[in-house]
C-alpha cells in the first residue's frame, strides 16, 4: 500500500534480492478500492498505469502527469509479483551477501550468520546435499516512504519441495524506508529433478580456495617428510681423529674454528714447514746434498706430494739435481700440492662440504623467501575496500605469521626434531584454513572470488615460508674433527702459557691457526728459502720484472 499526498507522482520499490540471484518482474497491479485489478505496463511515466524496469528498480506512475493534484492523501495498493533465478544456495556452502539492518555491529553481523549456518545445517537432515537455502530480504530497504501493511506469498519451481514452516510476517508499526526484513528458506531438490536456477560452482569455489592452505600443507609437508628420508647417510668409515694437531695441515685446523673453506697453502709455505720441522734438511758435505729424514707415509698430504714430486722414491738427492727437478716440474709442483690438500679436506670427514652447504644455505633461503614478497600486493587488492590502516594491518600480519612459521619450523630442525619440525608450519596451514573458511561462511557476505583468490595466494605463501624454514638442513651436524680441535685449542693455550709464549718455528704455523699469539725460541728458515735452496719459487714473475 502506498499513501499519496498532493505531490505524489510516482512510487519506487528495489527489489532486493542477494547475490548472485537475478530478479525478474512479472506483474505489477493496481488494486482498486471497489476490488478491480488493473495491470500496469511498461511505458513512460508520465502516462497513467505505467512504470519503468531496469533489472532491480521498478518505479511507476501513480497519477498522470497533466492531472491535479489530489486534495488529500489518497491510499492505493499495488501488488507486485516478480520470480528470481540463482536465488538457492547449497547449505553447505557459503550464504549470499545479506542485507543487515543499518548501522548493526559488526559483532552482532557476525553472529546472526552463525546463526543463519548452524540453523541451515541443524535443519538439513540426513541429506545436506540435497538442502537449499533461499536468502532474500522483503520490503528492501532504501525505499520511498514507509510500509504500512505486508502481504507477501512465496511459490517455487516443481523440481523443489518446500522444507520447514512458512514464516509470516506481522508488522506492529510502519516499516521505515530505511529497514528491511531477512528471511531464509529451506527447500529440498526432488529426487531425479535438476537443480534449475542454482548456482554450484560459485559456492564450491569459494570452499575449495579457503581450504587450499589446508591442501597445500599437506603436499609440503608429504615433500618434506621425503626429503628428510631421502638424506644420504654419511658414506665410507669413518676417519680416525689426529693425534696432535700437526698431523692436519694449518689451513684445514684454522678452518674448524670458523665457517669458510681452508684455503690451499702455495708451495713455499710447504717448503717452509718442511723445512722448519726438519723434514727436509741440507747436508753441506761437498757436494751439497738434500735429505730426508722423515718416511713419505708420516707426512701431511701437501708434504708428502711436495717431497714425492722432488725425491721420487730416493730419501737423499744431490742438491744441483734436485735444482734441475724442480726447475722440470715447474707448474705441476703447485697442481700436485693442491691436489693433494682438496684430498686432505674431503678425507677429513667431508669438511669441505659442509662450509660450502653452510655457504649455500642462507642464500637458498633468501631466494625461496623472496616470493613471500607477493604479499605487499596481494593483501591490499584483497582488502580493496578497507582503510590503509586496515590494509597496513594486513600487510604486516600477513608477513609476522610468515616469519614466525619460518623460524619456528628453524629452530625446530637445529634442536634435531628432524622432519618433526614441519609439524609447526602443517599445523599451521590447517589454522589458516580454518580461518579462512569462517571469513567466508561468516563474514556478512560471501568475498567475490577475486579476493578469495587473493587471500589464498596470501594464505599459500605464509605456508610455504613456514616449509622453507622446515627443509632439511644442508650444512653437516658439528664432525667430531671439529670438536677435537676446539680441545686442542685448549691444550696449545696451555702449552702456550707454560712455555712463556715462546714455541719452536716448526710448531708455530698450528698455534697461529688456533688463534694465538707466539713468539719464536729460534729462527726459521727464511721466506726465500725456496728460492735459495732449490732456485725456484712458488709466485708468478711481478709485474715489471724481466724473466731470468
Known amino acids: 500500500m502506498v499513501v499519496a499526498s498532493g505531490e505524489s507522482f510516482a512510487a519506487t520499490r528495489w527489489l532486493d534480492t542477494r547475490r548472485p540471484a537475478v530478479p525478474e518482474l512479472v506483474e505489477l497491479v493496481r488494486i482498486d478500492p471497489a476490488g478491480g485489478e488493473t495491470k500496469l505496463e511498461a511505458g513512460s511515466l508520465w502516462e497513467r498505469d505505467r512504470y519503468e524496469w531496469n533489472g532491480a528498480t521498478v518505479t511507476w506512475a501513480l497519477r498522470p502527469g497533466s492531472s491535479a493534484p489530489w486534495e488529500a492523501p489518497t491510499t492505493l495498493a499495488y501488488r507486485l509479483r516478480w520470480k528470481v533465478r540463482g536465488a538457492l544456495t547449497p547449505v553447505w556452502g557459503p550464504r549470499p551477501e545479506a542485507r543487515p539492518m543499518p548501522a548493526s555491529p559488526l559483532g552482532e553481523r557476525l553472529a546472526a550468520r552463525w546463526r543463519e549456518t548452524r540453523d541451515a545445517f541443524g535443519k538439513a537432515g540426513r541429506s545436506p546435499l540435497r538442502r537449499w537455502v533461499l536468502d532474500l530480504n522483503v520490503a528492501a530497504p532504501s525505499r520511498e516512504g514507509p510500509i504500512e501493511a505486508l502481504d507477501y506469498g512465496l511459490v517455487g519451481d516443481d523440481a523443489w519441495s518446500f522444507a520447514g514452516s512458512f514464516r509470516m510476517v506481522a508488522l506492529d508499526r510502519a516499516l521505515p524506508s530505511d529497514e528491511g526484513i531477512d528471511l531464509s528458506f529451506l527447500f529440498d531438490r526432488r529426487p531425479g529433478a535438476g537443480p534449475p536456477g542454482v548456482d554450484l560452482a560459485g559456492p564450491a569455489a569459494l570452499v575449495g580456495l579457503a581450504l587450499v592452505p589446508a591442501a597445500a600443507g599437506v603436499f609440503l609437508f608429504a615433500r618434506t617428510l621425503f626429503a628428510w628420508r631421502r638424506r644420504q647417510p654419511e658414506s665410507g668409515s669413518p676417519v680416525p681423529l689426529p693425534e696432535r694437531p700437526e698431523a692436519i695441515s694449518p689451513e684445514v685446523f684454522a678452518s674448524l674454528f670458523g665457517?669458510?673453506?681452508?684455503?690451499?697453502?702455495?708451495?713455499?709455505?710447504?717448503?717452509?714447514?718442511?723445512?722448519?720441522?726438519?723434514?727436509?734438511?741440507?747436508?753441506?758435505?761437498?757436494?751439497?746434498?738434500?735429505?730426508l729424514q722423515k718416511d713419505v707415509s708420516d707426512l701431511r698430504p701437501p708434504e708428502a706430494a711436495f717431497v714425492r714430486s722432488l725425491f721420487g722414491e730416493r730419501s737423499a738427492l744431490p742438491l744441483a739435481r734436485a735444482r734441475e727437478v724442480a726447475a722440470g716440474l715447474g707448474d705441476r709442483l703447485h697442481e700436485a700440492v693442491d691436489q693433494a690438500f682438496d684430498g686432505e679436506v674431503v678425507?677429513?670427514?667431508?669438511?669441505?662440504?659442509?662450509?660450502?652447504?653452510?655457504?649455500?644455505?642462507?642464500?637458498?633461503?633468501?631466494?625461496?623467501?623472496?616470493?613471500?614478497?607477493?604479499?605487499?600486493?596481494?593483501?591490499?587488492?584483497?582488502?580493496?575496500?578497507?582503510?590503509?590502516?586496515?590494509?597496513?594491518?594486513?600487510?604486516?600480519?600477513?608477513?609476522?605469521?610468515?616469519?614466525?612459521?619460518?623460524?619456528?619450523?628453524?629452530?625446530?630442525?637445529?634442536?634435531?626434531?628432524?622432519?618433526?619440525?614441519?609439524?609447526?608450519?602443517?599445523?599451521?596451514?590447517?589454522?589458516?584454513?580454518?580461518?579462512?573458511?569462517?571469513?567466508?561462511?561468516?563474514?556478512?557476505?560471501?568475498?567475490?572470488?577475486?579476493?578469495?583468490?587473493?587471500?589464498?595466494?596470501?594464505?599459500?605463501?605464509?605456508?610455504?615460508?613456514?616449509?622453507v624454514g622446515a627443509r632439511p638442513g644442508k650444512a653437516r651436524e658439528e664432525s667430531p674433527l671439529r670438536l677435537w680441535a676446539l680441545a686442542q685449542r685448549e691444550a696449545l693455550h696451555e702449552r702456550l702459557l707454560r712455555g712463556g709464549g715462546e714455541v719452536e718455528p716448526g710448531e708455530a704455523p698450528w698455534f697461529r691457526a688456533a688463534g694465538l699469539k707466539v713468539s719464536l725460541s729460534e729462527p726459521g728458515v727464511a721466506d726465500d728459502d725456496l728460492e735459495t735452496v732449490l732456485g725456484s719459487h712458488s709466485g708468478e714473475e711481478e709485474q715489471g720484472e724481466p724473466e731470468s
Not at 713455499?268 to 753441506?284: A, T
Open 259 to 291: 665457517e669458510s673453506a681452508p684455503l690451499a697453502p702455495v708451495v713455499d709455505e710447504v717448503w717452509e714447514r718442511l723445512r722448519n720441522e726438519k723434514v727436509v734438511v741440507v747436508d753441506r758435505q761437498e757436494p751439497p746434498n738434500l735429505v
Open 347 to 467: 678425507l677429513r670427514v667431508g669438511e669441505a662440504r659442509r662450509f660450502e652447504a653452510s655457504r649455500r644455505d642462507g642464500a637458498g633461503d633468501r631466494a625461496e623467501l623472496f616470493p613471500t614478497a607477493l604479499v605487499l600486493f596481494l593483501v591490499p587488492l584483497a582488502l580493496g575496500a578497507a582503510s590503509v590502516p586496515e590494509k597496513a594491518a594486513g600487510i604486516a600480519g600477513a608477513l609476522a605469521l610468515a616469519a614466525g612459521l619460518f623460524f619456528a619450523a628453524r629452530k625446530g630442525r637445529d634442536a634435531g626434531f628432524g622432519s618433526l619440525c614441519a609439524l609447526g608450519p602443517a599445523v599451521g596451514s590447517v589454522l589458516l584454513a580454518g580461518f579462512l573458511v569462517a571469513w567466508t561462511y561468516l563474514h556478512e557476505g560471501p568475498p567475490d572470488h577475486f579476493p578469495a583468490l587473493l587471500l589464498s595466494g596470501t594464505a599459500l605463501l605464509v605456508v610455504r615460508a613456514g616449509f
